[in-house]
């Protein structure tokens, strides 16, 4: 670790979701590497040293680099924020840059993001003893105001972090927990990976609102984009959601529960609930966009990485997923194309063939 108790930080992916990281982390003093691709996402926060935060001060960045060797060396922990479709490869290029000791902490990590990265890695020869730890959700939901300007909005104040195998979570949440004060070990990565809000929320918001989408017709995604219809499919899906993770053995909450154990946010119902997140001075809302077409994240990524493993493990555990796999099928026509090729299926996560006990003692112990 860092002197007096900070970490040395390395984040791959200059994301949204990377930055806010910078933020959060920068003014909390630790010693942060930025890392991505795409040099043209790097330009300007190297050009500033990092970033400004409203409130709060400048956030360094001591190193921002292209080069993921020089962004790792050294690092005590390595957050990956580059989306779900892009762990598995992000594990193959770290595998022989890897040391002794290190963390790896998915945020976040979908539905099934540690199996995955732990697949790959020893796919790819990694035998440094690494921990593979995933969050449930992004920590953090800000405003960025300029290209190396946020403004804090929202430190969520439910979080889970499991790591895979089970066995390791303590000792991985032993040293995520100074980064993330509101955060808590969770047993499982069922626990985080069935608390996925993104899958819940955003896929069937497209789904129903793809006219607006497709016509570019800007919406306030959730106050406007969540009608009582809406709510009602959310309700279907989220229901199969936490059937399927207590058949693996993990309580998860309802999406109810998850606002407002989350967010503070209660509304007489989803609707209300969604309006209010949107609408508050705080609401973490305000700044959700409408995608500018299908072809979004909130399709492409959180289909693959978030509904479909939930559907085939609910088939693995005998649990009836017929909300889900409908929404799976839709969103999939409207696209116009098939989302296999990125999809955790039972095979890639590990898992085929299993019954629950066998997955619940995967997910405990490793696939040793």
Known sequence: MAEHGKATVAIIGAGIGGLYLIAELGCAGHALRLHD???????????????????????????????LAAAVDGADIIVVCTGGNAQEAV???????????????????????????????????????????????????????????IKPIVRKRFLQIAAFPGTRSDAAFARLAPLFPTAVAAPTVVHTGFTNANAMLHVANCVANATKIERAESYKFYAEGVTPAVARLYEAINAERVAVAAALGASVPTLADWFERTYGVRGADLVETCQLLTTNRDGPYQATGTPKSLEHKFIVEDVPTGLVPMAALGAAAGVATPALSALIDIAQRLLGRSLAAEARTLERLGLAGMTAAQIRRVVEHGFG
């Open 91 to 149: 594990a193959r290029a770290l595998a022989p840059r890897l040391h002794d000791g290190q963390t790896i902490l998915l945020i976040q990590g979908n539905t099934g993001g540690a199996l995955v990265v732990r697949r790959a890695l020893d796919a790819a020869g990694c035998r440094a003893p690494v921990d593979v730890s995933e969050m449930d959700n992004y920590p953090y939901s800000n405003l960025r105001l300029g290209p190396t300007r």
């Open 37 to 67: 691709i795409d040099d043209a996402k790097l330009a300007d926060v190297r050009e500033r040293g990092g970033l400004d935060v409203e409130g709060r001060g400048f956030a360094a960045v001591a190193r921002v680099t292209t080069d």
